[in-house]
């Protein structure tokens, strides 16, 4: 069965350092998502791709967060510099793109992060 | 815009019996519902959704879920628990106008035998 898949698995990093996270969704899926999982709480999406372009990045905190799908395949979301605040799951997501409203999202392991 | 709550933070069963975790929603327009479980240190595995049709949806692993529009509802049951159903499940929305999935606080379930 086909999975997304995200690495690191685990990242610890001293506050201003700059670290990224790496995702490769299920082959042939045309949208893509980054959500960041506080601990006790929901996934929170973060941006939104459909291919190479960004659908929606209205809660990605653009100072710091930047994230890119270059050919419209695997992507990179980075954070610099990094704050004490930033510790959490960051769960990439994909969906095949013909019917986001609709559509199944099929998540990785996801990317725990550790700001000391 | 749409939100969900999930009144309970931990629901406990025994193996065996029938389990419900609930869920609320407001959202405009027609409602697209999920259900997402998570074991430790794991991304979310997809459960099951309610789309359109039958108000009874059957997913994975013996799990289904209820719509009712009226209450505004979609709980998650199981007619009889396993100690492996122990995990953190979210229920999640979105609305059919192309907005974002929200999902909610979740709700740990644990299953004693």
């Known amino acids: 069965e086909a999975e997304v898949a995200q690495s690191p698995r685990y990242k610890i990093t001293e506050k201003s350092q700059a670290v990224a996270f790496w995702c490769d969704p299920i082959s042939g899926h045309a949208t893509l998502y980054w959500y960041r999982q506080i601990l006790g709480q929901g996934p929170e999406l973060l941006v939104q791709?459909?291919?190479?372009?960004?659908?929606?990045d209205s809660q990605l905190p653009k100072d710091r967060f930047s994230a890119e799908r270059l050919k419209g395949v695997d992507s990179t979301l980075k954070i610099q510099p990094a704050e004490l605040g930033d510790s959490a799951m960051y769960l990439c997501?994909?969906?095949?793109?013909?019917?986001?409203?609709?559509?199944?999202?099929?998540f990785g392991p996801g990317t725990r992060l550790l700001v000391l | 815009a749409q939100s969900v709550a999930q009144p309970e933070d931990q629901v406990n069963v025994a193996e065996g019996n029938p389990l419900t975790v609930k869920c609320t929603y407001s959202?405009?327009?027609?409602?697209?519902l999920f259900w997402y479980v998570q074991y430790p240190n794991r991304g979310l595995q997809f459960l099951l959704k309610?789309?359109?049709?039958?108000?009874l949806v059957k997913g994975s692993y013996g799990f289904e879920a209820e719509f009712n529009k009226s209450q505004t509802s979609f709980h998650l049951k199981k007619p009889s628990a396993l100690v492996s159903d122990s995990a953190l499940y979210f229920c999640?929305?979105?609305?059919?106008?192309?907005?974002?999935?929200?999902f909610g606080a979740g709700t740990i379930l644990r299953v004693k035998s």
């Open positions: 791709f459909q291919d190479e372009s960004v659908v929606d």
């Open positions: 959202v405009s327009g027609n409602p697209y």
């Open positions: 997501a994909s969906s095949s793109g013909r019917d986001p409203a609709q559509e199944t999202q099929y």
């Open positions: 999640a929305v979105r609305d059919g106008g192309g907005n974002k999935l929200v």
């Open positions: 309610y789309i359109t049709g039958d108000n």
